[in-house]
């Protein structure tokens, strides 16, 4: 693995923000759910595509906690602009599992 230096680091910006609305994307390749999510006064709401279908539900993701890299430049999934890098871990089948803050923080709080 290649070590990086803490500037490197640095540069990714990492934040909290919360899922506002989220609905099913059938267009993607990939089973996936489209996000649109409030990081607060600063960004405001950002949207993004995640294959995060073996795991969540729409109607279950509102009001979600998540992390997120911010400042990623925008990419195109099929019809659909996505914004932002939701943040997950793979389980055993390779189910995403979303990373989110164990307690209540403010949205767009950055991770350090």
Not at 11 to 21: A, L
């Amino acid at each position: 693995m290649a070590e990086i230096t803490f500037d490197d680091f640095s540069r990714v910006d990492i934040r909290v923000g919360r899922v506002t609305r989220a609905e099913p994307f059938p267009e993607a390749r990939k089973p996936a759910i489209k996000l649109w999510i409030d990081f607060g006064p600063e960004l405001g709401e950002k949207k993004t595509s995640a294959q995060i279908t073996a795991h969540y539900a729409p109607e279950g993701l509102i009001g979600r906690q998540v992390m997120a890299v911010v400042n990623f430049p925008p990419r195109q999934i099929g019809p659909f602009m996505s914004e932002v890098l939701v943040l997950g871990v793979s389980d055993p089948q390779g189910g995403i599992v979303l990373i989110s803050p164990d307690k209540e923080v403010p949205p767009g709080g950055r991770m350090h």
